[in-house]
C-alpha cells in the first residue's frame, strides 16, 4: 500500500486567499483525522470522519476552515479566508478502528501564509 | 479528560548511551498508550502501543516502554543511542471522544 497520500507537500500563499489541502487515506481505513502541528501548540486534533461522516470537529479553529469527505478515498480541508497565523504543518492520518488503532500518518502539507 | 506529559522538550545523548523519554498520564488508568515518532520532514509513524496485555512493551528499532500505574508513567527507553534515532518523539493516549491525545513532544539529538 502507498500510505496516506497528500498534496501539495509545501504551499505558499498570501493572506486571504483560499487553500485546499487535500488527503487520500490508506484503502480499507474506515476513520479519517486532519491535525495541525504548530510548534506553539503542538499536534492538534481539527476534526475526523468515520465512514465519511465527521464525527467531531470541535477542533477547527474556526468557521474559516472546513472539511470534507465526499467518498472513501479522498478529503479536502479548505482554509478560506487564509490568514498569516494559520501557517502550520498539516497531517492527515487514518485507522482502521477509532480506538486502540494504529493512526497511519501522511507527510504533511507544510502551509505558509504571507 | 485524559492527557498526557511529557518531560523534557530537548534530551541530547551521546550516540551508545543510554535513551529514555518521559511520559506520564493525568488520571484514570488509560486503555491505551502510544509512542509516535516523527522523523524530520515526515509525517509521525508508531513505535509501540500499550494494550494492557503486558506491561513492558517492545516496539521499532530497539525501543521499549514500561506502564507503571503506581508512577502514573509510561517512560520509552532505549540501551544504545544511534545517530540514527534522532528525531521527535510524541506519547498519545485516547481521552473522551478523541481517539488520540499527543503530549508536546521532545525532540531527541544524539552526539557522535
Known amino acids: 500500500d502507498a500510505g496516506v497520500i497528500q498534496s501539495p507537500r509545501h504551499e505558499v500563499t498570501e493572506m486571504g486567499q483560499e487553500v485546499t489541502l487535500r488527503c487520500k487515506p490508506i484503502s480499507g481505513h474506515d476513520y479519517l483525522f486532519w491535525y495541525r502541528q504548530t510548534m506553539m501548540r503542538g499536534l492538534e486534533l481539527l476534526i475526523y470522519f468515520n465512514n465519511n461522516v465527521p464525527i467531531d470537529d470541535s477542533g477547527m479553529p474556526e468557521d474559516r476552515f472546513s472539511a470534507k469527505m465526499p467518498n472513501a478515498s479522498f478529503s479536502t480541508l479548505k482554509i478560506q479566508p487564509s490568514e498569516p497565523r494559520d501557517s502550520a504543518v498539516y497531517f492527515c492520518?487514518?485507522?482502521?478502528?477509532?480506538?486502540?488503532?494504529?493512526?497511519?500518518f501522511g507527510p504533511g502539507t507544510r502551509l505558509l501564509v504571507l | 479528560a485524559q492527557s498526557v506529559t511529557q518531560l523534557g522538550s530537548h534530551v541530547s545523548v551521546s550516540e551508545g548511551a543510554l535513551v529514555l523519554l518521559r511520559c506520564n498520564y493525568s488520571?484514570?488508568?488509560?486503555?491505551?498508550l502510544f509512542w509516535y515518532v516523527q522523523y524530520p520532514n515526515q509525517g509521525l509513524q508508531l513505535l509501540l502501543k500499550y494494550t494492557s496485555a503486558a506491561t513492558l512493551v517492545k516496539g521499532i528499532n530497539g525501543f521499549e516502554a514500561e506502564f507503571k500505574k503506581s508512577e502514573t508513567s509510561f517512560h520509552l527507553t532505549k540501551p544504545s543511542a544511534h545517530m540514527s534515532d534522532a528525531a521527535e518523539y510524541f506519547c498519545?493516549?485516547?481521552?473522551?471522544?478523541?481517539?488520540?491525545?499527543f503530549g508536546k513532544g521532545t525532540r531527541l539529538s544524539v552526539i557522535a
Open positions: 488520571s484514570s488508568v488509560p486503555p491505551y
Open positions: 492520518a487514518s485507522s482502521r478502528r477509532r480506538y486502540q488503532e494504529t493512526q497511519y
Open positions: 498519545a493516549v485516547p481521552s473522551g471522544n478523541t481517539p488520540l491525545v
